[in-house]
């Protein structure tokens, strides 16, 4: 591989982002971590390195051909993909979608190494399984394995640990480690503490342009950033209810959810069994388990979007499920946010009307929305720092911000129960540690009762004292 | 059987035909509840019928499925639809005696053996529902009296069904009574309950007859649709190789250029879809279309006569006695066309140059549409259902073309649109060739390459008022306005 030159280029990707005048030089076997706030460019910067973005002025030589990418660009491509290739909708067969077999081999070119990576992300039982069946962590290892195992001269990892599930992290870090001799490495982290000894120099961007570029072995520079990333957000105020809505009240003396002797099959495949499980009001949990435990099955159980909820002993606010209630007189008692939910939250829309549509519990908005409701929204993004953009559309923001979005449209109704499905994937530590107070201050508080879902140990609440673990 | 329609008497068949009404949200206040705890079986589970039930049973209500017995012992694809989502499903003899309300959605041409198998095991005053009117209308199908008969015809596919109403919104559907089965007049509340229970009351709901439904839906697919489409495809494609394009160039313009066109039409009518293109272009293409609006007429009117008399379906049904046969050789036939055999060249063309090279297409487009229309509306069907079956459909149909270019969309879309789309090809092809030997690249393949656009302002002004005011304009642009989900919200 040559050195790659960045050269006073100005990239733009779309009409409300560009990158701009980015000197940049990567020399082979250097390796880069790339840190910034959420919406700073960190994804796009990687990206220019797969060819996305239109140089508007300067240029980016050097790029080799062979470039493993794990990135939520590259993910949705992907899906994208399947869906292309799905034609349900035109055939009366139900797509079962490429199946993770052929996504690894389509790609991999080093045998030894893919027996390896199956064994160690335990894969084998998921060969067969369609891609978009897969859960979030399933779906980032099958990422990583197409990367890692196509000879790549250099790899391109956007937070090549999220969703990975806790015991996965150490080993992938590992395997990434005896690479570094090997290939260059640019590797985007939202999260400073994740970054590994084996990075020799650290990007920091902002807003679309390179504001420090460090070597690791600096280590007072390296101190330096890293206190300017944990400035601490002071002072946070949740926007207060819609004193208009009307959820229906709850009976206090029942929990809001009961599973008895729950399981979810697919043909011959059991992904839990026998689960028993009750909510009380204001008791907080904690969900965690290995990705492909079935968390997400689980959570999907209680909001009525699987399909097996109906053949399952459940009872969610008062209903037992099937006895004639609906979808969305479940919905509206609950605020749900999850990684599917970016995927499936593709209507055009902006952000302001992103956020009312937690009142509607829709996708899109096709309500008019009062003026109580477009208030609220409006502290809400002012809270995210968004409130300038409140015309813009959704699809032009970063990931790490639609998940924001996403988020305070979970919490703007104040939902009896409010479902986070890891919801800080993809935040950067500012916007993480407003999100962790934000979910503290809701457990103290007497509306809400959370059911929380994450990986990570250091993401822990404070209020959740109850504790389920799959798998 | 006979002829549904050609027993009516005068007077009838208009007053059916002329029946259609966009309803208003507050009559679908009640929700589903009509239906709740009635037990709803669907006869086949594929597209509409596993998509619906879905719907149906997210809305609260009982669904179950029952499969033909083949289907269950081997295990295919529609037992495998209905049972991987948790739904019970049996053979006719153990669920159509317990159903109160029975959704045929089997294809079409299957629906005379199976409405005539399934009808006698049905309990005492039960209802039968269709999502297209075709047996009852065409091939006169006569249901037990005590039996109430209904249509609930969702106006998309059956994914799309699906995805709208996860979104909390739907898709346009047209409802319709058989007031010759209406024994204890509750068709309506039926039909209306079971509309909601889908999602498609949030999207607009059209009050139709089984007539109406039929008579425009055979109109809509078998002309603007698949027909025009079709034809369009294979005039453009010759003529472009013809004049010395490229022909991969000419293929993607053709396969892609429908779906591009179709986008804008989708979004705004045919004034959006001919406001994308430049000033002068624009002229040109409403003058092309007004040329071949007046060359192609009386093919739409005979079209809309055959199906009239119903000596469309009389022919067609024919043809399923014999196998298909016809139908098998044109479908050969189409696939053996040179734009069906040539691969589409590689590089991307700019959105803007589909229009821009294709100013021919989009004078088809609107020809077709508004010829369409109109056919439609002088033979007595409301603006509102000729709509439905033109303007509305015509992004569907390009989006399958884009997918699958023409052999694999005609073998997708039902046997009668199919069979349809090659009469009107037939017919359609030879009658534009003398227009065909006028034009050149510059209208299809190349652009008008114009330094400059120079336009008349008096000209443009009566252009712009023409296609304006054309009244598939007025009638989209209010039913658009309840499709909310495509309108940007601000
Ligand atoms: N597709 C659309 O866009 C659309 C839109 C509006 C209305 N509709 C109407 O909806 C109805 C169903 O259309 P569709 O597109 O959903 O059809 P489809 O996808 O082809 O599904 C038909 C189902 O019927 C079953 N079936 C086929 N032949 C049968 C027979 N002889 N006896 C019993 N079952 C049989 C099939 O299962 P097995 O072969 O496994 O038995 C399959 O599950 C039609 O009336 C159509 O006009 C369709």
New interface residues.
């Given amino acids: 591989m040559n050195t790659i030159e960045f050269n006073r280029a100005t990239i733009r990707f779309n009409e409300s982002f560009s990158l701009a005048d980015i000197e940049w030089r990567i020399a082979p076997r250097e390796i880069w971590a790339i840190t910034g706030a959420n919406g700073s460019g960190k994804s796009a910067l990687v990206a220019t390195l797969a060819g996305k973005g239109e140089i508007m002025s300067g240029s980016i030589e050097g790029i080799p051909p062979g470039v493993g990418v794990v990135s939520l660009e590259a993910q949705a491509e992907l899906i994208e993909r399947e869906r292309e290739r799905d034609d349900s909708d035109i055939t009366d067969e139900i797509s079962q979608g490429t199946p993770v077999a052929q996504m690894l081999d389509e790609v991999s070119t080093n045998s030894d190494l893919l027996d390896r990576l199956i064994e160690m992300f335990r894969f084998a039982p998921l060969l067969g399984r369609g891609f978009r069946k897969l859960s979030t962590g399933e779906t980032r290892k099958v990422l990583l394995t197409r990367a890692l195992t196509c000879d790549p001269e250099m790899l391109v990892l956007d937070n090549p640990f999220e969703g990975l599930d806790a015991d996965t992290v150490p080993q992938v870090r590992e395997m990434l480690r005896q690479k570094s001799n090997e290939i260059t490495m640019v590797l985007v982290f939202n999260r400073f503490d994740e970054i590994p000894d084996f990075v020799t120099h650290i990007v920091y961007l902002e807003n679309g342009s390179i504001k420090y570029k460090i070597e690791t072995r600096d280590s007072s520079a390296v101190e330096a950033l890293s206190q300017l990333l944990h400035l601490k957000k002071t002072d946070i105020e949740i926007p207060k209810a819609d004193l208009n809505e009307k959820i229906p009240v709850l009976d206090d003396s029942s929990p809001l959810v009961r599973i008895r002797n729950a399981s979810i099959r697919y043909g011959q495949n059991t992904v839990f069994q026998n689960l028993d499980w009750c909510i009380w009001p204001q008791q907080h949990w904690q969900l965690t388990g290995p990705n492909g435990s079935g968390k997400t099955c689980l959570l999907n159980l209680i909001t009525g979007d699987h399909p097996q909820s109906y053949s399952n002993d459940i009872f969610v606010f008062g209903y037992q499920r099937g006895s004639g209630e609906s979808i969305w007189d479940i919905k509206q008692y609950i605020g749900y946010v999850s990684t599917s939910l970016l995927w499936e939250y593709r209507v055009s829309i902006n952000l302001i009307n992103v956020v009312i549509s937690g009142f509607y519990d829709s996708i899109g908005l096709y309500n008019e929305a009062s003026a109580s409701e477009k208030r609220i929204a409006l502290q809400w993004l002012r809270l995210l720092g968004l409130e300038g953009q409140a015309d813009q559309p959704f699809n032009c923001l970063s990931y790490g911000e639609q998940r924001l979005l996403l988020i305070a449209r979970a919490m703007v109704k104040h939902p009896p129960l409010l479902i986070l499905d890891e919801p800080c994937l993809g935040l950067d530590d500012i916007n993480r540690q407003l999100i962790l107070a934000l979910i503290e201050k809701i457990c103290l508080g007497s509306e809400s009762t959370v059911l929380y879902v994450n990986h990570h140990a250091e993401d822990k609440i404070k209020g959740i004292k109850y504790h389920l673990s799959l798998g | 059987m006979a002829n549904y329609f050609n027993t009516l008497t005068l007077r009838q068949q208009l007053s059916q035909l002329g029946k259609c009404e966009f309803m208003d949200p507050s009559e679908f206040s009640d929700?589903?509840n009509y239906l709740?705890?009635k037990k709803i079986v669907v006869i086949g589970c594929?597209?509409q019928g596993?998509n619906q039930g879905?719907n149906l049973?997210?809305?609260?209500?009982?669904v179950s499925y029952t499969l033909r017995e083949a289907a269950i012992t081997e295990q295919r694809?529609?037992w495998?639809?209905a049972t991987?989502?948790?739904f019970a499903v049996g053979t006719y003899a153990e669920l159509i005696p317990g159903a109160d309300l029975v959704l045929n959605l089997t294809p079409d041409k299957q629906h005379g053996a199976v409405v005539t198998e399934v009808v006698p095991l049905m309990k005492q005053n039960s209802c039968l529902s269709y999502s297209h009117g075709f047996n009852i209308v065409e091939e006169g199908m006569h249901i037990r009296s005590d039996i109430t008969v209904i249509m609930v015809a969702p106006k998309c596919?059956?994914?799309?069904v699906r995805e709208e109403y996860?979104?909390?919104?739907g898709v346009p559907t047209l409802i319709a009574v058989h007031e010759d089965n209406d024994p204890r007049a509750e068709g309506l509340a039926i039909a209306k309950a079971y509309a909601a229970g889908t999602g498609g009351h949030?999207a607009g709901v059209l009050m139709s007859s089984f007539i109406a439904e039929v008579k425009s839906d055979l109109m809509g697919e078998q002309t603007i649709l698949c027909g025009m489409l079709q034809t369009g495809s294979l005039l453009c494609f010759d003529k472009m190789v013809e004049n010395g394009v490229e022909p991969g160039y000419a293929a993607k313009l053709v396969q892609y250029g429908w779906e591009t066109v179709g986008e804008a039409l989708k979004h705004g009518g045919i004034t959006n879809m001919m406001d994308r293109l430049s000033n002068p272009a624009k002229i040109r293409a409403f003058e092309l279309a007004q040329e071949m609006k007046d060359i192609m007429r009386p093919l739409y009117l005979k079209h809309m006569d055959d199906i009239m008399t119903g000596d469309f379906s009389s022919g067609m049904m024919d043809d399923w006695a014999n196998g298909d046969k016809k139908l098998l050789d044109w479908r050969k036939e189409t696939g053996e066309t040179v734009f069906e055999s040539t691969e589409s060249s590689d590089p991307e063309i700019p959105e803007q140059e589909y229009f821009d090279h294709g100013i021919l297409m989009v004078a088809m487009v609107k020809a077709g549409v508004e010829l369409a229309f109109e056919t439609m509306t002088s033979a007595g069907i409301k603006e509102e259902s000729a709509y439905y079956e033109s303007l509305h459909e015509t992004p569907l149909i390009a989006n399958?073309i884009a997918?699958?270019k023409l052999f694999e969309m005609n073998s997708?879309i039902s046997d009668t649109a199919e069979y349809g789309c090659y009469l009107y090809n037939h017919a359609c092809q030879p009658l534009l060739s003398d227009f065909m030997a006028k034009v050149d690249t510059d209208v299809i393949g190349r652009g008008l390459g114009l330094n400059d656009f120079y336009v008349d302002n008096h000209r443009l002004i009566e252009v712009n008022a023409a296609i304006r005011n054309h009244p598939v304009e007025a009638v989209g642009k209010t039913l658009r306005a309840h499709m909310?989900?495509m309108k940007?919200?601000?």
């Fill in positions: 929700g589903s709740l705890g594929g597209s596993l879905l049973r997210d809305s609260g209500l009982d694809q529609s495998k639809n991987e989502n948790g596919p059956g994914t799309e996860k979104r909390g919104f949030r399958l997918r699958k997708i909310r989900a940007k919200i601000v």
